[in-house]
């Protein structure tokens, strides 16, 4: 940031030319994927200048279990796509009236009724790229596995069209050792609900995951948010009353969301509690503040509205785990 300003206050001179730079990447923004799947068609976003959010169902045509090192998601409009969530589904049950569904739409409803086979593979935002799973871990892909997407667009009055997909990695047969799963903690596990922020207020939430029935192993975690989020802080405590530090924002910036790798597996002992600390702001001071004067805000997937989330990767506890430094392909 220091850097850009004195770029800027030097009045931002054009550097030097780069010649023979070469073309830009296409497709995948590291090394090559194994499968690759996109929406079957261009989808016309609606120039309503509101949130919008959509479903689309993207055959993979995986055959038989297997499991993936890593995904991608490619967004085909870079400018309208907020962010895109990614789950998977084996029934078929969605593959017909899903594909650019709307939220809002009561027809939703039916396909919410369909059981996920996993119900968050992934969450993209801008700033993220591809993630890879350490070496000797992956996320399981059941045979005839599909991916739904989740996708929010931004407000434009501009017609726009987009064309998103998702490209994974999958695993040779001899690399997974461990399963990856998904821990998610949301707005219902808050314990001082109402997820209400009065208008000009700086209200405090607590989340707690309850006991721990059994031990975990952390990779990963993912705190999200929406304009009015501060800070954040997420630690466990375990039935000894130690406490295991997880992560710390002090100034959320809702640009800049990212998963958090850890260097090393954190062992969440059974009987533990995971507990979350999320500060908002919804007063005029808050320059994020979508709202002047401000409005009472709750939960919501509008960029207007509020979330609360905390989102992990997780492997089954095996003894060892403390000491395990996670390796990573270059």
């Given at each position: 940031?220091?850097?850009?300003?004195?770029?800027?206050?030097?009045?931002?001179?054009?550097?030097?030319?780069?010649?023979?730079?070469?073309?830009?990447?296409?497709?995948?923004?590291?090394?090559?994927?194994?499968?690759?799947?996109?929406?079957?068609?261009?989808?016309?976003?609606?120039?309503?200048?509101?949130?919008?959010?959509?479903?689309?169902?993207?055959?993979?045509?995986?055959?038989?279990?297997?499991?993936?090192?890593?995904?991608?998601?490619?967004?085909?409009?870079?400018?309208?796509?907020?962010?895109?969530?990614?789950?998977?589904?084996?029934?078929?049950?969605?593959?017909?009236?899903?594909?650019?569904?709307?939220?809002?739409?009561?027809?939703?409803?039916?396909?919410?009724?369909?059981?996920?086979?996993?119900?968050?593979?992934?969450?993209?935002?801008?700033g993220n790229y591809v993630f890879r799973f350490p070496i000797g871990f992956g996320k399981k892909m059941p045979a005839k596995a599909n991916l739904i997407l989740n996708m929010h667009y931004s407000p434009s009055i501009v017609d726009d069209t987009d064309k998103s997909g998702v490209t994974l990695f999958l695993a040779k047969q001899r690399m997974i050792k461990r399963e990856v799963k998904t821990f998610l903690l949301r707005e219902n596990d808050i314990t001082n609900k109402p997820f209400l922020i009065p208008a000009g207020e700086r209200p405090t939430f607590y989340m707690s995951s309850g006991v721990i029935e059994k031990d975990m192993s952390l990779l990963t975690v993912q705190p999200h948010a929406h304009l009015l989020g501060k800070s954040f802080r997420a630690f466990a405590i375990t039935s000894d009353g130690d406490m295991i530090p997880l992560v710390k924002v002090d100034a959320w910036d809702f640009d800049w969301q990212t998963i958090y790798q850890f260097d090393k597996l954190v062992h969440i002992p059974a009987g533990s509690v995971i507990l979350m600390e999320g500060s908002y702001d919804n007063t005029s001071d808050n320059p994020r503040n979508p709202f002047f004067p401000p409005r009472d805000a709750g939960y919501g997937w509008r960029t207007v509205d509020e979330m609360m989330n905390l989102i992990f990767y997780y492997t089954d506890y095996q003894t060892g785990d403390e000491t395990l430094s996670l390796e990573y392909e270059e």
């Open positions: 940031i220091q850097q850009f300003r004195k770029w800027a206050d030097a009045g931002a001179q054009m550097g030097l030319e780069i010649i023979n730079a070469g073309k830009p990447l296409s497709g995948t923004q590291s090394k090559k994927g194994d499968l690759h799947a996109e929406m079957g068609e261009d989808f016309s976003i609606p120039s309503t200048n509101k949130d919008d959010f959509r479903f689309f169902y993207l055959p993979t045509e995986l055959k038989e279990e297997t499991f993936i090192t890593g995904i991608e998601f490619l967004p085909g409009n870079k400018k309208r796509v907020h962010h895109s969530r990614i789950m998977v589904d084996t029934t078929g049950k969605a593959i017909s009236g899903i594909n650019g569904l709307s939220e809002m739409d009561t027809a939703v409803y039916k396909f919410q009724k369909i059981p996920l086979a996993d119900e968050f593979l992934y969450g993209w935002v801008p």
